[in-house]
């Protein structure tokens, strides 16, 4: 289905896309810092339509074609030293946009799932609006802990340092940042990288947004008690070989939060390669299905009107 989008209040419209059927319950995917929608590829959000599934892709504020926040993003020393005085939003202002897109799209109670950044907003969503989530998937995440999930001392030049100007600059700079943060021993996906960052920078390319995204990150500080509130099924998932977030992060996000089952992945980075796909999926569709109560038997909820899901 081509883009489309939708107002979800205070001003911000989101930019989204849906594959699969809308009488179906709903996947609703959250990309992560600085990373557009089209990061959940096209064919990823079509193997999990196939599992039965309602997915729904969207461009978080500040990012693609969604709507863009003003103001300076945060200096190098204002990062290194965590002040949250350039924060224009919190985590808890993204999770409210998604929260605003279910509500707006009449989909919710949706199975939520999040990478890095898009992970803390998806456990944000869950404790703020419970009635809003039926399951969890916080992928490569953390809890916001200064002690665990720190990224490594190699990661921090590459990181801290601004995108060049020019598509050919920037698509090259994204290349050689996840050759820094990917997974080492894993198949590279390397066209794939490439036809995301190009695409990426045609959709639209603000290299502010990305700063203002992190600002909100730290001044939303350590999450870890508000973790605690969340009672949707979780799974965790994260990657043995993260230097971006390391694996003690995940491990603390599974403690964190109730009941959460943490899935390890041997030799995943700070990225989703085809190869760990089927593990990925795998999880997320069993989580959904026990979440649904159709494991035990239990009657599915009764199905959406599609042209309300689909507005």
Known sequence: MSEQFCDVGRGITLCYETFGEPS????????????QMIAWQED????????????????????GRSTHMSGRPPSVAQLLTRSSRAARYTLGDMADDAAGLLEQLDLAPAHVIGASMGGMIAQTLAARHPAAVRSLVSIMSNTGSMRS?????????????RPPLGREAFVAHMERLFGVIGSPDLPRDAEDMHAIATASYDRGHDPAGPGRQLAAIIASGNRTTELGRISAPTLVVH??????????????TARAIPGAELMMIEGMGHDLPRAVWPQLIDGIAALALSADGRANGHRSPP??????AGR
Not at 150 to 160: A, G, H, K, M, T
């Open 303 to 308: 199905a959406r009107s599609p042209s309300r």
């Open 24 to 35: 179906n319950p709903t996947a609703l995917l959250v990309m992560g810092l600085g990373t």
């Open 44 to 63: 990823f959000c079509q193997e999990l339509a196939a599992r039965g599934l309602y997915v729904v892709r969207f461009d978080n504020r500040d990012i």
């Open 149 to 161: 999930g720190q990224p490594s001392l190699r990661v921090y030049p590459i990181f801290l340092r």
């Open 239 to 252: 990657g043995t070989a993260d230097p971006l977030v390391s694996p003690s992060g995940g491990r603390a």
